[in-house]
């Protein structure tokens, strides 16, 4: 079977799980630590997804000895229905897919925007106006400072990019100029 089915099946079944419990904020936020988690420590994710060196009980305990409190129920149940059906192997993608899923269903988009400075107040709040008035969603920005850009800034959220960089438009002339001078040769 395919990675993409399972990890979307298994976050999809998570995230009607918990909408029925009303436990999804507390998994989420349990789930993203974990995933963190295991892109951090790949040997973690390793020793969670080896079939015959270690045996549920160590995996279940090194879970939750990543997250570092106490498990939802919920995630516990979800987890040991991974385990009973051996796709602990899938389980940092299956993470990633629900975290992005809960977030989709309770209107919630991540954005990044890069800038050659620190960007100020007013163009964060404008982006996130703006994506509220196109998606009707709340974006949560996280801002990364990148001065190769020369000026302006790059905005990305889902599927759509925004590129007002200065180096960006800097590389267009370039491509003018060289289009130019092939058709004068």
Do not use: W
Not at 75 to 87: I, V
Not at 95 to 115: E, K, M, P, Q, T
Not at 160 to 182: G, H, P
Request: with cysteine; net charge negative; aromatic share 6%.
């Amino acid at each position: 079977m395919d990675t993409g089915i399972i990890s979307s099946r298994y976050s999809t079944a998570l995230l009607k799980f918990v909408k029925e419990r009303g436990s999804g904020p507390e998994v989420c936020s349990q789930v993203s630590a974990l995933e963190a988690a295991l892109i951090e420590v790949p040997d973690l994710e390793r020793m969670i997804s080896d079939e015959i060196a270690v045996d549920d009980k160590k995996k279940m305990s090194l879970l939750e000895a990543a997250l570092g409190e106490p498990m939802e129920k919920d995630l516990r149940k979800f987890l040991l229905l991974l385990l009973k059906n051996g796709r602990m192997p899938y389980a940092r993608l299956i993470f990633h897919h629900f975290v992005d899923a809960f977030n989709r269903d309770s209107g919630i988009r991540f954005a990044h925007l890069i800038s050659a400075t620190p960007p100020d107040e007013s163009l964060i709040r404008a982006l996130e106006d703006l994506v509220r008035e196109k998606t009707g969603c709340e974006a949560m920005i996280d801002t990364v400072v990148d001065p190769s850009l020369i000026g302006g800034f790059i905005f990305d959220i889902d599927d759509y990019m925004i590129d007002a960089s200065v180096s960006r438009q800097l590389e267009l002339i370039k491509r003018q100029f060289i289009e130019r001078n092939r058709r004068i040769v």
